[in-house]
């Protein structure tokens, strides 16, 4: 009954180190997604990957990549992190893109 | 530019109270809206709604759509300490494989006894 697994659900970084967040699902998901959220900013798209093999930017990619590994696995890597990257990441994942998400517990992410 | 507005960003209420939660949008090629609950963790889902007109219900919780005047509404009766959550919408465009869903800033929610 695992769903949508993100690890870590905790980092600290300093600025400009690097970190990979994996997401995983099992549950024979095509589309899979990556968001943060920010006080009073609610849920923004970083990429996406409607289905195996593609991945496309939302409305916040700058600073991030992102690996659609295979159908299960979507990591988020973040190159250089900068105070701006601290938030909440949320992996979510959806049979269709645009219907229903499952998502992960999120990883609370804070850079210093 | 698709949009989504929820209105009110925060609000207070005492348990046993009526709320509701409204969500306007504007997206092309509309299929259906959604809301989840989202307390300290990742959201969950409570309804999604395609039709106009006709309620979704679940105990205390229920909403319905407006496809003519493009607005939701999220009605909560007889509120309770544990309602108190963020209330997130979300759009999803038709037929459109490769769109993810639209979401609102989420109305935040609390209830106090």
């Known amino acids: 009954n695992a769903g949508v697994t993100q690890t870590p659900k905790f980092q600290v970084l300093k600025t400009g180190q690097s970190m990979t967040l994996q997401c995983a699902q099992d549950m024979n998901h095509n589309s899979m997604y990556w968001y943060r959220q920010d006080p009073g900013m609610g849920l923004r798209l970083i990429y996406y990957?409607?289905?195996?093999?593609?991945?496309d930017k939302g409305e916040v990619p700058n600073g991030y990549n992102v690996s659609r590994l295979n159908k299960r696995e979507f990591s988020l890597r973040l190159e250089s992190a900068a105070p701006s990257q601290t938030s909440v990441y949320f992996c979510a994942s959806s049979e269709l893109a645009g219907v229903g998400y499952t998502f992960g517990s999120g990883t609370r992410l804070t850079v210093v | 530019e698709d949009k989504v507005v929820q209105s009110p960003l925060s609000l207070v209420v005492h348990e046993g109270d009526t709320v509701t939660l409204n969500c306007s949008y504007e997206v092309t090629n509309f299929r259906s809206l959604l809301w989840y609950k989202q307390e300290k963790k990742a959201p969950t889902f409570l309804f999604m709604l395609t039709s106009s007109g006709i309620e979704k219900k679940s105990g205390r919780l229920s909403s319905i759509l407006d496809k003519k005047e493009l607005f939701s509404i999220l009605n909560i009766t007889a509120t309770q300490t544990g309602d108190s959550a963020v209330y997130l919408c979300a759009v999803a465009h038709r037929n459109s494989g490769n769109t993810p869903l639209v979401f609102g800033k989420g109305t935040r929610l609390s209830v106090i006894a």
């Open positions: 990957s409607a289905s195996e093999g593609t991945t």
